[in-house]
């Protein structure tokens, strides 16, 4: 009987203890996230044409080019922000999903720098800086592996959905803005364009490794090392910006000067000026179609980059 009441006792007492270490380890189930990041680019690629203009940074002197060389990048480079809702299904995973909002640094894309107004080619001084910015949403799976004085470090891999955004070309240029009736330049004035190319929907992948720091029961700070890569394909671009000398030029546009559509290939039926040329007009770059979009290939720009993320983690 005696022995009967003492295994009762020890059966009691190690439930109880498996009790309590259950709901020692059981983690959080829901939390949140607020973080900043900033992010380094990690491969460069060549930049699509620019109006027409290839990729490269050209220097001309006295009519005659002395230098020429690629210019290439990724728009990876850059500062984001974001807030993370996460749920932990057990002590080592969990799922999150992040909203966030993505601003690149400025990234030349094309330069042609001259000591004259315009070559006898008919080459005149320009540049070209893009930049982009996308808001996106993050889903991702967590496995978190183990805390330790404070600290409890984890990994995560996801895939990144842009669900609104554009890249930006900002281009300044010393050009001709009026013409002889035989096409020669009659006048050059300071040219100012904002051009906003419209993405395809595309899918990113990104993996990260990082770690929480309690400070309170329910306060942590967290530091994240984040990897992520994804490109940007064009589908529609629109002139919003078009000045002369200051002033604006923008209703002096036709429709395809303004209005582009990216296509995988261009033949005789498209509206560009490379296939049907509209020699009616003075410098010849409009098509035969001006109130109808210009047609133009498909652009891609890569935004892989590495980056560190810092924040505040709330656990309910």
């Given at each position: 009987m005696k022995k009967n009441l003492f295994l009762l006792g020890l059966l009691v007492c190690s439930l109880a203890t498996m009790a309590?270490?259950?709901?020692?380890?059981?983690?959080?189930?829901?939390?949140?996230?607020?973080?900043?990041?900033?992010?380094?680019?990690?491969?460069?690629?060549?930049?699509p044409t620019v109006g027409g203009n290839a990729a490269l940074d050209r220097t001309y002197v006295g009519g005659k080019l002395v230098s020429?060389?690629?210019?290439?990048?990724?728009?990876?480079?850059?500062f984001r922000t974001g807030i993370t809702a996460g749920y932990r299904f057990s002590t080592r995973i969990g799922v999150e999903l992040g909203v966030n909002y993505y601003t690149s640094n400025d990234k030349k894309m094309a330069q042609?720098?001259?000591?004259?107004?315009?070559?006898?080619?008919?080459?005149?001084?320009?540049?070209?800086?893009?930049?982009?910015?996308?808001?996106?949403?993050a889903p991702a799976i967590v496995m978190f592996l183990g805390e330790s004085k404070g600290f409890e470090p984890y990994t995560k891999v996801g895939i990144l959905v842009p669900i609104h955004g554009d890249l930006e070309i900002t281009s300044d240029a010393y050009a001709p803005i009026a013409f002889t009736p035989q096409g020669a330049p009659?006048?050059?004035?300071?040219?100012?364009?904002?051009?906003?190319?419209?993405?395809?929907?595309?899918?990113?992948?990104?993996a990260a490794l990082g770690t929480t720091y309690k400070l309170t029961t329910h306060l942590s700070a967290f530091a994240e090392l984040e990897y992520?890569?994804?490109?940007?394909?064009?589908?529609?671009?629109?002139?919003?910006?078009?000045t002369v000398n200051g002033q604006d030029a923008l209703a002096?546009?036709?429709?395809?000067?303004?209005?582009?559509?990216?296509?995988?290939?261009?033949?005789?039926?498209?509206?560009?000026?490379?296939?049907?040329?509209?020699?009616?007009?003075?410098?010849?770059r409009d098509t035969t179609r001006p109130n109808d979009a210009m047609d133009e290939l498909s652009s891609y720009v890569g935004i892989s980059g590495l980056g560190l993320t810092l924040g505040i983690k709330y656990s309910l």
């Open positions: 309590q270490t259950e709901k020692a380890d059981k983690p959080e189930s829901w939390y949140f996230k607020l973080g900043g990041s900033y992010f380094n680019q990690t491969a460069s690629t060549e930049f020429e060389k690629s210019v290439t990048g990724s728009f990876g480079q850059g042609t720098t001259s000591d004259i107004p315009i070559t006898p080619t008919g080459v005149y001084s320009f540049k070209s800086v893009g930049q982009i910015t996308a808001f996106d949403v009659a006048a050059f004035g300071y040219v100012h364009s904002v051009d906003k190319v419209k993405p395809n929907p595309t899918l990113g992948f990104t992520r890569n994804f490109t940007v394909h064009g589908d529609t671009k629109e002139t919003t910006e078009f002096t546009r036709t429709t395809a000067q303004i209005h582009t559509n990216y296509q995988d290939h261009l033949d005789v039926n498209s509206n560009n000026a490379l296939f049907n040329p509209n020699t009616a007009t003075p410098d010849q």
